[in-house]
Each structure stands twice: as structure tokens, then as C-alpha cells.
């Protein structure tokens, strides 16, 4: 099957915009190694539109406007085609669009080779790779699936971030849980952080001037005498990061727990060696 060559045959074909498409595993996974896979050779005209042009207009409404944005009406429209034309190329609708986006994304992002770093720098690497694949392409929080797209862009991210565990004599098992663990981190951090960036344009107020509108009846309310963790550790922690929560601070907090609690498994299969 060649990129720019519609894919025939199924129901999805002729399928009116507003009804709901049923991705084929097999298809998608076909759509996900286009470029690998041997084309198909085909008569007549060039077609106008290729799947990487769908695909790429997906992921800038993404960008752009967020997930909920991207629909085959939106697509279509960004390319000047109509949804029909765009199912043709993604028949499986959102569900097969968004997973030919989450592989686009990943493979285009570049990684440099570890040379002489440590486990833990090279681990703190791929979170901190991830970290900035979240802030570039926000709408990714959101989009990441129990069953990832088994593209060449999820391939070679996955490969690449395994080997930053080499040397350390864990099993293969425990080299994709510490993996999954690391990644998990990262985006229960990514996700926090977009959440409270949206606030003060949400509520129309800084967070100092929340917690300034807040001061006198919390004042008057709160006892330190009944709550003085409370109030003695929350007045220490506002102070020191400029309010109730600060992404980078949390995100270098936690990263370093996640390298201590590695590094004692680590150690532990040393010694068990």
C-alpha cells in the first residue's frame, strides 16, 4: 500500500461523517509502516491528498487547539478536501487518526546516543524527553492508550528508552516496569502542570491573587492551634514555590524519588548477583 494511494474495500469507504468508525487492527497497523511496507502499484491519476498530509494536519489542529479540535470534518476542512475524501485515507475515522498521530509525533523527535552516562542520567534523560514531548504537543496527556500504536515512531521511542536501563543485570520484565514506571511519573507531572497552567485564564486570576483573595476568611477559620501541620508546612511550601503547587518543583522532587527508588532495586540485584 503506497501513501498516497486510497485505501478500498471497506464499509468505512462510504461512510457518512457523522457516524462512527470501526477501526481494523490490521488496517491500521498497515497505515502505521506505509513507508516500509512494499507499495502497491496502481493506475490512473496522483491522488491529491496522502495519509502523511491527513496525519500532519491532525496533529497541527492538535497543537493548535487541542484533541478535541481534530475531527474528519476539521482535517478535511484544514486540507480543503471534503470527510469523505479523508476517510478514504483514514477509514478507521479518530480512533485509526490518533494513533497515526501519536506515531508521527514520537518518530520525528530526535535522541541522541547516551555515550558515557550513568544509568541515572540516562534516565532522567528520557523523562526529561518526554517531559518536553508533553509541553511541545500538550494534547499527547490525553491521547496515551493501554494498546499503543504499534508504528515504527512507538518502536524506535521504546527501543531507545529500554536501552537507557542496559548494564544494570535487571530481567527483561523488570526493564519495562521500571520503564513504565519512569514514564508514568512523567506524565502524571505533564498533566498536573497543564491543569494549573489553564487556571488563571480559566478563573481570570493569578494564583497570587487567589490566594490574596483567600488570606482573610482562611484567616479567620483556620486555627493553627487545630491544623498547625496545615498551616505551619502549607504557609512553608507557598512561600518557598509561590503558591500550592509549582510543576518544576514537584517534577524535580519526584524524578529524584523515582531515581532513588530504581537505584535501590538496582543495588538489590547486585548484591543478589
Do not use: C
Amino acid at each position: 500500500m503506497s501513501d498516497g494511494v486510497p485505501v478500498k474495500g471497506t464499509e468505512t469507504d462510504f461512510m457518512p461523517p457523522n457516524k462512527p468508525a470501526n477501526p481494523d487492527p490490521a488496517r491500521t497497523l498497515s497505515l502505521l509502516w506505509r513507508h516500509t511496507l512494499s507499495p502497491s502499484r496502481t493506475r490512473g491519476p496522483r491522488p491529491s491528498l496522502t495519509v502523511d498530509r491527513v496525519v500532519e494536519a491532525a496533529v497541527t489542529i492538535a497543537d493548535e487547539q487541542g484533541l478535541d479540535a481534530v475531527t474528519v470534518r476539521s482535517v478535511a476542512q484544514a486540507l480543503g478536501a471534503s470527510p469523505m475524501s479523508v476517510y478514504t485515507y483514514v477509514p478507521g475515522g479518530k480512533t485509526e487518526l490518533l494513533e497515526l498521530m501519536i506515531d508521527v509525533v514520537y518518530l520525528g523527535e530526535g535522541r541522541p546516543a547516551w555515550g558515557e552516562l550513568g544509568w541515572r542520567d540516562r534516565v532522567t534523560a528520557v523523562a526529561n524527553q518526554n517531559r518536553a514531548l508533553y509541553a511541545k504537543h500538550p494534547w499527547l496527556i490525553h491521547a496515551s492508550t493501554s494498546r499503543p500504536p504499534l508504528g515504527p515512531g512507538v518502536i524506535t521511542k521504546y527501543e531507545y528508552e529500554l536501552s537507557a536501563f542496559d548494564g544494570l543485570g535487571l530481567s527483561d520484565v523488570e526493564v519495562d516496569a521500571a520503564l513504565t514506571f519512569v514514564l508514568g511519573f512523567v506524565q502524571a507531572n505533564a498533566r498536573s502542570a497543564a491543569d494549573a497552567a489553564v487556571l488563571p485564564e480559566a478563573t481570570a486570576m493569578t494564583d497570587a491573587a487567589w490566594w490574596e483573595a483567600q488570606a482573610e476568611l482562611l484567616g479567620r477559620v483556620v486555627d493553627p492551634q487545630t491544623f498547625p501541620r496545615a498551616t505551619r508546612i502549607g504557609e512553608a511550601a507557598g512561600a518557598a514555590q509561590g503558591g500550592a503547587y509549582q510543576a518544576d518543583a514537584a517534577y524535580r522532587f519526584g524524578m529524584d524519588r523515582v531515581l532513588d527508588g530504581l537505584g535501590r532495586l538496582v543495588e538489590r540485584t547486585k548484591k543478589a548477583r
